[in-house]
Each structure stands twice: as C-alpha cells, then as structure tokens.
C-alpha cells in the first residue's frame, strides 16, 4: 500500500483572517498512485460542480468557493469526509478540536472569536448520510482508505509572532506545511510515504528549508524543475518522498481536498470577524481580508467605529 498526502493552503495572500495549511491522507494500491482518482472513485466525487448528481464536490476550493456560491460545497465536502472518518463535527469549536485543536486554545484571545466555538455547522443529515455512505463504499471497492484530514491554523497575532522570528512570510507558510509533513512522517512513515505539495510561490530548490526544517534526516534531491521538485527524506529505517507540484491542487484530488479543508476553515473564521464588527454597525461591508479590501475594512471601522476598541495585531497581519 502507498499512503498518498495532499498538502495545501488558504489566505496567504490577505492581510487578515488565518492562514490555513491542510493535509488529507488517504492509503491506495500501488497500481493507483499515477491514476487518475477523480476517474477511480466517480461514482462517489467529482471536480466539477455540473451534472454532481448527489456525488461531491472535491476541487481546487477556488472553484468551489465564491461570494455568491458561499461555503455550501465546502461544508457538505468537508463534513462528508470527516463523516467517513467517524467524526461529525456539529460546531466550529468541535470542528477545530478535531482539525486544528492548538488553533483552538488560543481563540478565547480574540474578541471577534468569543463564542465561535459555538456556532452550528450548517449540514443536510440525511443528505451527509447518503453521500458518506456512497464514498465510503466506493473507497472500500477499490481498496482506498481515507485516513486522517488535518490543519494547520495560523491566527493573525501567532502569525505575526512567527513572521518576526523569521523575517519572512514564505518561511512561515513552509514552516506550517513542514510541521503537517512531520505529523505524516511521524504516523504514517512505516508504509511508502509519498506527500504531494501545491508548489509555494515560484520556488524550485527546496533542498535547504527542507534540511532546516528535517536536521535530523538524510536529504536526496531526486528532481528539480519548473513543474516538480521533489525529494527523499529518511530517518530511522523509515522514509518520505515529498513532491512540490505546480497545479498540484488541480492534479491530484488529496491536494484539492486539503485546499478544501483549508478554505471552509478561513472562511468560517473571517465569517466571525464581519460578524462580530457587523454587530456595531450593520452598514459595515464584510471582506474576505485581501490587501485592498482588507485595508478598506480596517479605515471603515476606525472611522465609523472609534468606539470599537481592538489590537492591531490581533486583526492585521506583517507583511
């Protein structure tokens, strides 16, 4: 069996709202890994939203995600999956707990974030039966196991804390995907490890951040190119093959479900943010916290709101 990893991330452009970086593992025969899995498991996914037909949703979370579209094939794709997992979240706070629990010990920080943990998670029961139960089948027939989905949550202040230590936000998104690379290699290294990454920026020599990241390991460079970097890492009689990919969250269905995860998370969490400055005055436009918007939202709430106390650095992330 290979266990197969998708790595990917939301918010790493905005200037507010979390940085979100998700992994989803999955177990395959050997003879699937170069398959296509969209086209192996297509009784129960597809990557696109016509003709579904009860299937779901799984792609780049840009396609499944706009302001008029909302988080609806998010949350059903997301929730599905965790279902197939044993686990059904009913609220945010439990959903954290389950994907991302250190993100979890620090929300209490943030005003913004009081009661988050509570709020409901929107889900058709009888509907998340049904497509759970077709994945999981589907998965079962052609011997595929879904193994764990996981995130890491950067909030803006440990964001900020990380980007002074090490003077670049790059570092920081590499240092968020290493420690989801380790959590892999740590649980699941005893099988043929191979992690699949959608390419950060226009990097191609990765060999150096990895070493930093992974001291303790043996590093062999087996391809640096425009469109894949990839690398074999071993420690301790066990071994990882990790593969930067451009597209990658459009090639490989882990990586778009990962971008998923990524994406229904930060956008439950800048939910929160206009929901509670939305509470002060409801003329407020909400943002999805990129640079221009972001900057608008920020002016907005100074000027309409002087009353609204809030740390700067709670709310606005260094660039």
């Known amino acids: ?36 899995l969209w086209q192996v498991l297509r009784k129960s996914l597809s990557d696109r939203r016509k003709r579904l037909a009860g299937r779901l949703l799984v792609t780049d979370s840009k396609k499944a995600y706009s302001r008029s579209l909302g988080i609806k094939y998010l949350e059903r794709t997301v929730l599905t999956t965790l279902k197939c997992l044993g686990r059904e979240p009913a609220t945010l706070g439990e959903l954290l707990e389950m994907l991302s629990p250190r993100f979890l010990e620090r929300l209490g920080d943030y005003p913004w974030y009081q009661g988050a943990e509570m709020r409901a998670l929107s889900a058709n029961i009888a509907d998340k039966e049904i497509a759970s139960a ?20 950067l909030d803006v202040a440990y964001y900020n804390k990380m980007v002074a230590a090490v003077k670049n936000k790059a570092d920081v ?11 892999t290699f740590d649980r699941f290294a005893r099988d043929d490890l191979q992690i699949m990454v959608d390419r950060q920026g226009g990097r191609v020599h990765y060999r150096k951040n990895l070493q930093r990241m992974f001291a303790n390991m043996e590093l062999r ?31 490989f269905l882990p990586v778009s479900l990962a971008s998923m995860v990524s994406k229904y998370l930060r956008e439950l969490l800048i939910g929160s ?9 409801a003329s407020l436009r ?4 990129y640079w221009k918007d972001g900057l608008r939202f920020v002016e907005e709430i100074k000027a309409n709101l002087p009353h609204v106390k809030f740390d700067s650095n709670q709310l606005v992330r260094s660039r």
């Open 173 to 183: 998104l590499f240092t968020a995907t290493s420690s989801l690379i380790k959590n």
């Open 1 to 36: 069996m290979v266990v197969l990893v998708g790595i990917d991330e939301a918010g790493f452009g905005p200037i507010l709202g979390p940085l979100v970086v998700s992994s989803s593992t999955f177990a395959l025969p050997h003879h699937l890994l170069t398959s296509d």
């Open 286 to 289: 909400p943002t999805a916290g």
């Open 134 to 153: 077709v994945l999981t089948n589907d998965l079962a027939s052609n011997g595929i196991e879904l193994l764990e989905l996981k995130s890491c949550c």
């Open 221 to 251: 460079i087996l391809r640096e190119s425009p469109a894949t970097s990839s690398y074999e890492l071993q420690a301790d009689g066990k071994r990882m093959r990790v593969h930067f990919v451009v597209g990658a969250d459009k090639r």
């Open 273 to 281: 943010i206009n929901h509670y400055f939305a509470g002060f005055d």
